[in-house]
């Protein structure tokens, strides 16, 4: 978000030493005060880049071919615009080949995949699985995607009945349910807290983690068989959900098969978690208690905005 003024797309052009801001394409409502958010960039060549976010009317998607110079916005399929009855945004984006791409969010009919086979040129809808946990909710969503392969690709977010995790062996094609440790209070879904998984990582083609909140705090799953199956990994006290705050992982990174990073907010603050090994039944995590809010702000705002958006088209509609 840029302020006060519109959405905000930086470019560095050695390294990050020095940005300027880009220019992003006329009429999407991108430029409108505290309207539009780009949340996710990814970038599955040396000069092609996408990202995704939302604006007035929608769910946002553009493609650059020039390493993100000069964009230009890309077609979506119906249902991500904004209605009374939800919100079209798009939170993340990933390419397990050259070719092939998966973008994941809500629509007005609730969570939502896509899939492009040319490199985000054109986008068709995924079906989602059966059954009762992905129907249409105010903040049901798909919030992270990640392949360890070409082919095994796995998506999390929230439902109504809480967490969701799904899983694809033919490149995004098709996607089954996965079944979670069920301890952790991932399923519950109240006013106050809701079971969720945020973010997705993967350090090798087996191993996976991904985190979240459930019942009871933050929530850290890891997977040996390339997410056919999980388990729970403990935690660090201080990511237990208390009166002063909640527990909840937003991020993981792994820059090596043996080292990851899991960042998110504890009932003291701000939180890092860091391991130096993925190889045994469990992580063994460190603790470290943040002085910045950054990563926090970021996400309480885009939920704030949604949620104000809700209320004020609930409002129109009475």
Known sequence: MGGS???ALLRSGNGGVTWHRVALPPGLGLRRLH???IITITCPSSTTCLLAGLSPKGAVLLRSTDTGSSWDSVAHPPGLAHDSSGLGAIYTITCPSSTTCLAGGQGTNGPVLLRSTDTGISWDSVALPPGPELPRHN???IRTINCPSSTTCLAGGLGPKGAVLLRST????SWDSVTLPSNLGLHAHTRSVFGAI???ACPSSTTC???GQGAKGAVLLRSTNGGTSWDSVTLPPGLEH????????????CPSSTTCLAGGGGNKGPVLLSTSSTTGSRLTSTLIVLGGVVVLLLILGVVALA???RRSARSGAL
Do not use: E, M, V
């Not at 033919?170 to 094609?173: A, E, K, Q, S």
């Not at 208390?242 to 990174?253: E, H, K, V």
């Open 170 to 173: 033919n490149g995004g094609t």
């Open 198 to 200: 945020g973010t997705i």
């Open 242 to 253: 208390n009166s002063s705050g909640l527990g909840i992982i937003y991020t993981i990174a």
């Open 139 to 141: 903040l049901d969503a």
């Open 35 to 37: 309207a539009g958010a």
């Open 209 to 211: 983690l991904a985190g």
């Open 307 to 309: 949620l104000r958006r």
């Open 5 to 7: 003024t519109r959405a």
